[in-house]
């Protein structure tokens, strides 16, 4: 006997049934293309944040590396600011030092005899120098976030050169710049720095641009990264030229 199965299911209704499938299978792909951006994202912000804080690093070395070339010629680092006939702090050594950092021909406009604020320097004010902050931090492109450890027994004198044999405690013991938040930073031409007290308070100052620290400048012109967490009597140790103290686990 001849029998046949006959499909009695509409092309309607099919349809309706395939639509449904394909919506499941959308909405699966959606989910699973959510799942791969949430987990690509950290990823990549984590990517970032090496990388600026890379070059952060790189920065600093810079710098290092201008105020070397400084004191080959000058016989010693250069002093933390300049002042005028009265003692007025005049100018940084973010601007002395600007011929070993690629910009002699900003630093050969400026007007040494003004502040660095008179309206005759205003232009080279507002001028924009990338080595001088650090790219995580989200401020006006003229400040910056590299300040010198400035003191009758630091790194920097506030008014003369300091010569290498004056760092008793050895230049790889002693730290010249510091990275500071981004409420601290200041316009880079401006003569302000930091004190004795900024590396024995990072507990303090959580608000760095790179979690858990941030890096220093050695006076060797090697950068190292401190951990908020650092010792104060270690960070008091860093501080100091020839205070003959013990630089502790850093």
């Known amino acids: 006997m001849f029998s046949a199965q006959i499909d009695f ?23 699973i293309i959510a799942i791969v951006v949430a987990l690509l994202i950290p990823a990549r912000r984590t990517a970032g944040d090496a990388a600026r804080r890379s070059q952060c690093k790189n920065n600093l070395k810079q710098i290092g590396l201008a105020l070397h ?3 080959d010629v000058y016989g010693g680092f250069p ?6 006939e009265n003692g007025k702090p005049l100018h940084s050594w ?46 006006d492109s003229n400040l910056t976030t590299y300040l010198a450890l400035v003191g009758e027994d630091l790194c920097l004198h506030p008014t003369r050169g300091r010569e290498f044999d004056e760092i008793k ?29 900024f590396l024995t308070q990072l507990a303090e100052k959580p608000e760095f641009s790179h979690a858990n620290g941030t890096q220093v400048l050695i006076a060797d ?21 020839a205070s003959r103290d013990r630089v502790g686990e850093y």
């Open 221 to 241: 012109g090697s950068v190292r990264f401190l951990n908020s967490e650092l010792d104060p009597e270690t960070g008091a140790a860093l501080s100091t030229i």
């Open 9 to 31: 299911t509409s092309d309607d209704v099919r349809g309706r049934r395939r639509a449904a499938f394909t919506l499941i299978e959308f909405l699966v792909v959606l989910a």
């Open 169 to 197: 405690d050895g230049p790889s013991n002693t730290v010249a710049v510091v990275e500071v938040r981004e409420a601290d930073a200041v316009p880079w031409m401006q003569p302000t720095d930091a004190d004795a007290t």
């Open 79 to 84: 002093p933390a600011y300049t002042t005028d």
């Open 94 to 139: 973010r601007t002395l030092i600007l011929p070993y950092m690629d910009q002699k021909a900003l630093y050969d406009r400026i007007d040494f005899s003004k502040p660095w604020d008179d309206p005759a320097n205003a232009d080279f004010a507002a001028t924009s120098i990338a080595a001088y902050r650090c790219p995580s931090a989200d401020m």
């Open 69 to 71: 070339n400084y004191a």
